[in-house]
């Protein structure tokens, strides 16, 4: 098994006004498979997205990734961890404003021992003649391409994915999932994906529901289609 959750759980608060947002999660993944966490706002799918990413601590449980689990991990090599086996994609594109499009990825692969062909990845991405431009001289739907190049051109093991398609409109959105399934299939990067977007789960190979910090359902996909068939 590759990624392995195990008896996640996590409060925010103290004393009366503790909430406990996970409430002992189990799940596990294999390598390259494509998995949407679904549920409500609040229902703490990204917050185990940020335990996953070793970016919050779990109170209880583990998180395995290939055999290593992150607890047992000190600082230097959950850093390291991060580094090399994890991209990340937000809502927010987190762009470095004064660097151009193929800068701003060249940023991720600086972090990588094996980073991904640039230019090889700015053409799957749409961005080869527009590699010379500015963040603001692009539209969003190319600035998240650009957040999503940075991502995986470390050649992560795993790629996190926080409501990627948030803030952006129904035909851009589409390509965006479109790119993110390219990148699963083309580099076989396992992907784990938050969203309250219904229709995304059926791009998956496995959909994990949740609602008040606790998994509803588990299952894998059997009728999955490609992301440019959904439709919301």
């Known amino acids: 098994m ?30 390259g498979e494509f998995c949407v966490l679904l549920g409500p706002s609040g229902s703490g799918k990204s917050t185990l997205l940020n335990i996953v990413g070793g970016i919050d601590n779990a109170d209880e449980g583990y998180i395995s990734v290939n055999g290593e689990k992150l607890v047992d991990m000190n600082e230097k090599n959950l850093t390291k961890y991060r580094r090399k086996h994890l991209g990340y994609i937000f809502q927010m594109y987190n762009l470095i404003p004064n660097l151009n499009i193929k800068e701003n990825i060249e940023v991720g692969a600086y972090l990588s021992d094996n980073p991904l062909d640039i230019d090889d990845l700015l053409k799957t991405l749409g961005l080869y003649e527009h590699r010379h431009k500015l963040p603001n001289q692009l539209s969003g739907g190319q600035q998240q391409r650009t ?41 076989g990067t396992t992907v784990l994906m938050v969203t309250h977007n219904d229709a995304i789960k059926n791009m998956a190979d496995r959909v994990i529901t949740f609602r008040d910090g606790v998994i509803r359902k588990n299952y894998l996909n059997e009728n999955k289609v490609t992301a440019t068939e959904l439709d919301w």
């Open 2 to 31: 590759f990624l392995e959750i195990k008896g996640i759980k996590k409060s925010f608060g103290e004393n009366e006004s503790k909430v406990q947002v996970l409430k002992g999660i189990d799940a596990s993944l294999e390598k």
């Open 147 to 187: 957040a999503i190049g940075r991502a995986i051109v470390k050649n992560p093991d795993i790629l996190l994915c926080d409501e990627p398609t948030g803030a952006l409109d129904y035909n851009t959105s589409k390509d965006i999932l479109k790119l993110i399934e390219d990148v699963n299939k083309k580099y």
